[in-house]
């Protein structure tokens, strides 16, 4: 029987801590009555890089971290902590005890016990569960990859809308694999816990323009033998009129390997490379066909993550020497579509990067409506796999809707107010609301918040809503439509958590941040800050803590359960992002951060924007 608690040391402190690998739980002492895997000179963790998706191994002993599993030797899966998140959301949303609902800043003496009920107080303040708790939510984007693919092959293939057909197919020949039982949650950023920095991706996975295919071992090598002379990755991505008969990158699956073959027809359906008894020669009735061939192109690739990198390669292919404008630009369409759904693997990240890279324009573009689309439709691209980056695949169960595609597709021209710079988004609402100071998505959201009666709702702000409603939702206020037909105040307070959390660049600029973690309770010098913020910053943030104070009322903390120091714990991450890839010392900031928002939330004077709009 696998043995559940483990010791291990941690990595900043040198002390010596038990994990529960099976439900989250640490402590600082031993677990009693119950047998734990002893720590080892021959430990290792199995850790997870969120920036590079894929896990890492990390030597207690040594301090040595390597991308290959080490053999013979203990692997700790502390990664597994990830999957205590969901039974605690559970277990909060069916007990009025929540076990946040006293916390305050960590390492302080009324700082809640844990879920267990007997989990000790840490020593000094180095509390690893509540740490934990407070990237509950606001850190949900760094989901585990693994756990995105089988989430996302929850697709349901009977629902699917009508595929179109190469040579007039059978859907059945793209039926997913059907679905096992579900995981336990989505996982915990591997940031959480003081663990070390991941090792230096191996140079032979690294993609470059003039990657040699001997170095990039999951590209396709050409059928024709080209004795000793080195072919590059950009000798196969060529566009070509003709059909392909193996996928563009190695599968040893056939149904895979079909549905690759078959997905490049599609392709070169949408892009008018070949002819479909599907979509017409014109007409609305050809605008229809092909979003819904779009659809089904997104819809594919969403429910077979294994497919996406061949999706991307192939795009690549078809619009490198294509000399036909109109097949160009629709190749870069659905380049643009799919980035607005999911990224490509960390395999394949850095040569799509620099395809885009060198499509895209090397001065700011003026006006989109008269650029050079490839040029438009490239500055896009590379937006999208900035912000990938940070907040990983669309989040949700629930495949792709023909909404959501039509949306994605014409972002490149009409630009999202999610993931855009502050004064962007501004400058976006200028025609409908030429005398708001504030971004009309700030403020419809927060009065739906406050409409649904979120002073009274236990968790807000820390319980997330349901994602597939918060998709539907953000499409709605993406086209300025206020939201409707909501019942649950956790789904536009998540919806305004993710905007903040999406900005390009943070309320408080990253320039500022050293100085705010190394003053968060001073509070003259907290509010020199704010003070010395570009006008627009100043004021959203002074409207958002505005917002959180009139939940910081004893009188609603007794409904909410979520006193200042919640509050502070949960917002921290929407107001300060760290610049460091260190997790060390993210992990060490993040009482600071916290501190510094609570210094907002009880001292800041934010009368002057009480009935600013």
């Not at 971290?65 to 949303?93: H, K, Y």
């Not at 989901?143 to 859907?171: G, L, R, T, V």
């Not at 040569?351 to 090397?362: F, H, Q, V």
């Given at each position: 029987?696998e043995?559940e ?8 402190t040198r002390?010596k801590?038990y994990a529960?690998v ?8 031993a677990p009693e ?5 002893p720590?080892s000179?021959?430990?290792w ?6 920036q590079c998706?894929c896990n890492y ?5 040594t301090?040595?971290?390597?991308w ?9 899966p502390?990664s597994?902590?990830q999957?205590f998140?969901?039974?605690?959301a559970?277990?909060e949303q ?5 076990p946040l609902?006293d916390v305050a ?8 016990e844990?879920v267990s009920?007997n989990?000790p107080?840490s020593p ?8 934990i708790h407070k990237?509950y939510?606001?850190?949900?984007q760094?989901?585990?990859q ?15 809308d009508?595929?179109?057909?190469a040579?007039?197919?059978?859907d059945d020949?793209?039926?997913t694999?059907?679905p096992?039982q579900r995981g336990?949650?989505?996982p ?8 070390p920095?991941?090792p ?12 040699e295919?001997s170095?990039?071992d999951k590209i396709?090598?050409?059928k024709?033998k080209?004795?000793k ?6 000798d196969m991505l060529?566009w070509t009129?003709e059909p ?5 990158l ?5 149904k895979?390997?079909?549905?690759a073959?078959e997905?490049?027809?599609l392709?070169?359906m949408?892009m008018g ?5 599907s979509?017409?020669s014109?007409?609305k009735d050809?605008d ?5 061939l779009l659809?089904?192109?997104?819809s594919?690739?969403?429910a077979?993550?294994v ?12 619009t ?8 160009l630009?629709?190749?870069?369409e659905?380049?643009?579509t ?5 990224p490509?693997s960390?395999?394949f990240h850095?040569?799509?990067?620099g395809y885009?890279?060198?499509?895209a324009p090397?001065?700011p573009?003026?006006?989109l409506s008269?650029a ?7 500055l896009y691209?590379s ?5 990938l980056?940070?907040?990983?695949a ?12 039509e949306?994605?597709?014409?972002l490149?021209?009409n630009?999202?107010?999610f993931g ?5 988004v501004?400058?976006?609402q200028k025609?409908?609301?030429?005398d708001?100071?504030?971004p009309w998505?700030?403020?419809?959201l ?6 649904l009666?979120?002073?009274?709702t236990?968790g807000?702000?820390?319980?997330p809503g349901d994602?597939?409603e918060?998709n ?5 206020v993406?086209?300025f ?5 909501l019942?649950?105040a956790?789904?536009?307070?998540s ?7 999406e ?7 990253e320039?500022?941040y ?6 968060s309770?001073?509070?003259q010098e907290v509010l020199?800050?704010v003070a ?10 002074m409207?958002?803590v505005r917002?959180l104070q ?6 609603v903390t007794a ?5 200042v120091n919640?509050?502070?714990m949960?917002w921290?991450p929407?107001?300060?992002?760290c ?9 060490e900031n993040?009482r600071k951060?916290?501190?510094f928002?609570?210094?907002?939330i ?12």
């Amino acid at each position: 029987m696998e043995t559940e608690w483990v010791e291990i040391l941690d990595p900043r402190t040198r002390e010596k801590m038990y994990a529960n690998v099976k439900n989250g739980d640490c402590s600082w002492e031993a677990p009693e009555g119950v047998q734990y895997k002893p720590m080892s000179n021959n430990q290792w963790w199995e850790l997870y890089d969120a920036q590079c998706q894929c896990n890492y191994y990390y030597n207690v002993a040594t301090e040595e971290t390597v991308w290959e599993r080490p053999v013979n030797c203990d692997i700790i899966p502390l990664s597994r902590l990830q999957a205590f998140q969901e039974g605690m959301a559970s277990e909060e949303q069916n007990s009025s005890d929540s076990p946040l609902q006293d916390v305050a800043t960590v390492g302080e003496s009324s700082a809640a016990e844990f879920v267990s009920g007997n989990q000790p107080a840490s020593p000094e303040g180095h509390n690893p569960s509540a740490y934990i708790h407070k990237y509950y939510e606001d850190h949900e984007q760094h989901y585990d990859q693994q756990q995105q693919e089988y989430d996302q092959q929850q697709y349901d293939q009977q629902d699917q809308d009508a595929a179109f057909d190469a040579n007039d197919f059978d859907d059945d020949e793209f039926d997913t694999e059907p679905p096992t039982q579900r995981g336990s949650a989505p996982p915990l950023p591997q940031h959480v816990l003081a663990s070390p920095n991941p090792p230096p991706m191996p140079q032979t996975k690294v993609a470059t323009a003039d990657l040699e295919i001997s170095k990039f071992d999951k590209i396709q090598a050409p059928k024709k033998k080209l004795f000793k002379k080195k072919v590059t990755l950009s000798d196969m991505l060529s566009w070509t009129k003709e059909p392909i008969s193996d996928p563009m990158l190695r599968t040893p699956d056939k149904k895979r390997r079909k549905e690759a073959v078959e997905m490049f027809k599609l392709i070169q359906m949408y892009m008018g490379d070949r002819r479909s008894k599907s979509i017409p020669s014109k007409g609305k009735d050809r605008d229809q066909a092909l979003l819904q061939l779009l659809l089904d192109i997104i819809s594919r690739t969403w429910a077979a993550p294994v497919l996406r990198d061949e999706l991307f390669v192939q795009l690549c292919r078809q619009t490198s020497d294509n000399r036909d404008k109109k097949s160009l630009h629709a190749g870069w369409e659905i380049m643009a579509t799919a980035l607005g759904f999911y990224p490509p693997s960390s395999m394949f990240h850095s040569y799509l990067e620099g395809y885009i890279s060198r499509n895209a324009p090397t001065k700011p573009i003026a006006d989109l409506s008269s650029a050079d689309p490839v040029k438009v439709f490239a500055l896009y691209c590379s937006k999208r796999m900035e912000r990938l980056r940070h907040t990983g695949a669309r989040k949700g169960k629930k495949k792709p809707t023909i909404e959501e595609v039509e949306r994605a597709r014409t972002l490149a021209f009409n630009p999202s107010m999610f993931g855009e710079k502050l004064q962007d988004v501004v400058e976006m609402q200028k025609t409908r609301f030429p005398d708001r100071q504030l971004p009309w998505i700030l403020t419809s959201l927060s009065d739906e918040v406050l409409h649904l009666n979120a002073r009274e709702t236990e968790g807000i702000f820390r319980v997330p809503g349901d994602v597939d409603e918060v998709n539907v939702q953000k499409l709605r206020v993406d086209r300025f439509e206020p939201p409707v037909g909501l019942i649950d105040a956790h789904v536009p307070a998540s919806l305004l958590k993710l905007w903040f959390r999406e900005l390009l660049e943070p309320i408080i600029p990253e320039a500022l941040y050293d100085r705010c973690i190394s003053i968060s309770t001073n509070v003259q010098e907290v509010l020199a800050i704010v003070a010395s913020l570009p006008d627009l910053n100043r004021l959203v943030l002074m409207y958002i803590v505005r917002f959180l104070q009139k939940f910081a009322h004893p009188e609603v903390t007794a409904h909410t359960k979520m006193d200042v120091n919640n509050l502070a714990m949960v917002w921290a991450p929407n107001c300060l992002r760290c610049p460091y890839d260190n997790p060390a010392l993210i992990f060490e900031n993040t009482r600071k951060e916290m501190e510094f928002v609570r210094t907002l939330i009880v001292e800041m004077d934010t009368s002057s924007v009480d009935q600013l709009k």
